[in-house]
């Protein structure tokens, strides 16, 4: 069992600055690349930021410049900070990651909850 449980999300004015966390927890024998996406209302769920196990990483040009993915892989843990936010921010962020769960385990797709991400004018 592997779970992702994200935190940091809130309300904030534009301009401003949160940054996100996502702890990955159970059963795991190694973590691939892990992400953010985001989903605003009425949209599809899009890429912000990826980042594999040796650190590159990849960023969605509306966050390019603004945003900063980073993971501490003794943690088991992928942060997003985000600065400069503007209103069009404003989404539930989803944590992503692909797992392993043993030597001989295929790699699965985990996904967090969502934390919502709330940007005022």
């Known amino acids: 069992q592997v779970q992702l449980v994200e935190s940091g999300g809130g309300l904030v004015q534009a301009g401003g600055s949160l940054r996100l966390s996502c702890a990955a927890s159970?059963?795991?024998?190694?973590?691939?690349?892990m992400g953010w996406y985001r989903q605003a209302p009425g949209k599809q769920r899009e890429l912000v930021a990826t980042?594999?196990?040796?650190?590159?990483?990849n960023y969605a040009d509306l966050v390019k410049g603004r945003f900063t993915i980073s993971r501490d892989n003794a943690k088991n843990t992928v942060y997003l900070q985000m600065n400069s936010l503007k209103p069009e921010d404003t989404a539930v962020y989803y944590c992503?990651?692909?797992?392993?769960?043993?030597?001989?385990?295929?790699?699965?797709?985990?996904w967090g909850q969502g934390t919502q991400v709330t940007v005022s004018s």
């Open positions: 980042i594999t196990s040796g650190g590159n990483t």
């Open positions: 992503n990651a692909l797992i392993t769960t043993g030597a001989q385990s295929p790699v699965y797709q985990y």
């Open positions: 159970g059963t795991i024998f190694s973590i691939n690349a």
